[in-house]
């Protein structure tokens, strides 16, 4: 039997790239996506990642990704969506052209990356699909409009496949990252993207019978 | 002194001019926008209002439409962002371009509406700014995933404007409207515009000391 | 036509007397009523209420209450469950006899309250029962087990009163008072009590078309 | 090094024998606890636990528990408190008598519980402390008042002690158990006790870098 397959679009030195090792560790081929491809190779090689090019806020670069992927990798078994872009700032200081640009860049982004990813899935019958989220996606904060639309879009996009595509058989599953995560440390103590993915693995090892749409994560001393 | 100002961007035969209604009764001058403006001009004269064109998914049009009514009628004390594009359909079946316009029409039109409001408002330290959400806003339904992300992403927009406005003076109100409206009917104890004016009059008379940011309607025998 | 008659359980001089005084503007006769009428009398004259007593920790009390107000007044149109124990403290420090009185008086108090009511209002097909809640039912924090135990369950009787009740003419509503009341106030730019008994009254005139079952409130400078 | 005691407070034929089974395999030494030690005893041998008895409507006799586990087993790194008492059927038609002792079992049992279970673990530092809760507890259904009362104060109990006891080192989980249980079957496609008690299980290996406080479970095919 071949190797399972699993793709990260949007992988960073961060939640992304510890949950790639995690994978490579437990069995996967794994596919690690970003747009800047010089600063994401020596990244994926650290962890036996394949890495790939691709631009999130273009719809075309996503549904390239994915044949690229699965020409090469085979059809993803497990897909997670991790970028957002952050605009901040007082609503009058906004550029609403900006705005446009991260909006479509977060949730249409996710869209295109669901639906690339449940062609592949819908088929086989089973698969899981991911999505990171933040506590922007259930607290819009002040100051912080944009990124709450962003977030609020994907989690109401992750909630609606959720119930699409769970009877199914695809698994999705949305992340509400709280708390500012600890870069450059493995200490599974503090907010690590090593003590994060932990949880992204135990999310894939749910049985069809028993599963989360939504789980929350925080260091035991963040307050909330 | 002089009558207070409305406008409403996004007016249809619904909620948006039971409420213009409501408001010109209550003595506000009242401006009704939306994209066609043969079909307004009767609506808004059965009312009493003004009507003015505007295209809620072109920014520039919106920037416009503030300008024709600070111009027409005086800058506004309240303002209601109604309009939102619907997509329905499997994930699969959904054209991801239309998804992106139907959400740059809801977000970005609630967005750049909040911008030229606030312009207007906060130099008064005053002022109201309603968005018209829908169920859809806090539970994303199967086969809905567009219409979840746009009307998830008004209702972070509003949470984050009502953090970041209240304390300047300016109510930010997001009601969820929960169930079909009864059209072409003035019974109150049905789920008809009128009846739902009556809540949208009844959030503009809060007291400063005690403000909804949101507000859940639904007739009595709605199942929730 | 006689006048309406409300009745409301757990009054002192904050919130309850405030909406007392509102409903007697209104038209209504009103009946208010707690453990220790020397205090109440005075206050009840105060806004032209008729005081009773009531012992909201036992169901007999309750029961009685609604006996005399029948007797006296008339069947209740409106009824109100205000009181609540506040029992803070690490977990460590409690009194876990002094929790159970308190959540009998807090959440068997409301239930048994709600049963009352609904027993002279069903008959009718309609009627108005509200619930004096706080942000401590929806979130509950560290040091407050218990106040959010008792809290968090009258937001639960009431959530499930609206659904069972409001399609036979009951309308149900909880309030979630976020933040310290301004006593001996009346300013309506502060979170004094008759900021706050404004939107009870609007609550109160909800046509059965469009009613709210959940009101949340707070100042403007509130920070949530 | 002693193995790590586990104890979990009404236990039955469902999720609290399953999780008692799954903790014996990783290791632990399990005690559980009901009110029936005849019926009990077979279910704990049959996964290798040791029964003991517990009324959980009394505080006296969940002190007591604890006592005698920590001398048999030694002080529990992980309690589950299970028991629920359920009560339905229409307000009026309600026995609030019977309510009452549904909520001291329901809410105080668990406060208790949670009382002696910090008691031996704040000492040291660390801990686990689970409540089974259910879709009752975030949403108050029709005819399900008590119920609800019962679900919504362990949810509120469990959230507040969550921030209360998560910065001192313990873990508090609340589980949102959505759907019927499957008795009587291990597949893992269904929503059965060996399905869920591997989220139970993930939970208390979740390191304290990247804790939940709750997470909701259910299968694949049950709308929500």
Redesign the interface.
Known sequence: MSKPVALIVGAGPGISIAFAEALVKSGYVVGVASRNLEKLRPLAESVGARPFVVDASS?NSIVELFQSVEAGLGPPDVVLFNPSARIRG???S?D??A??VA??TT??GA??T??EA??RM?PRGRGTLLFTGAT??I????????F????????????????????Q?I?VVHFVIDGGV?QGSE??????PR??A??YM?AI?????????????????E??
């Not at 607290?139 to 944009?146: E, M, N, Q, T």
């Not at 200490?187 to 690590?192: A, I, R």
């Open positions: 719809a007082d609503l009058l906004l609403t052209a705005a446009a909006i479509q949730a249409i869209l295109v669901a639906q449940a062609r819908l922007a996606g607290k819009g904060f002040a100051r912080s409009s944009v709450a639309m962003g977030k609020f879009a994907v989690r109401g996009l992750a909630q609606s496949l959720a119930r699409e595509l769970g009877p058989g698994h600890v200490d599974l103590e503090l907010f690590t003590a994060i932990q949880s135990a090892a749910q049985p069809k019978g028993a599963w989360s749409w939504e789980i929350e994560l925080r260091s035991n001393v307050p909330f």
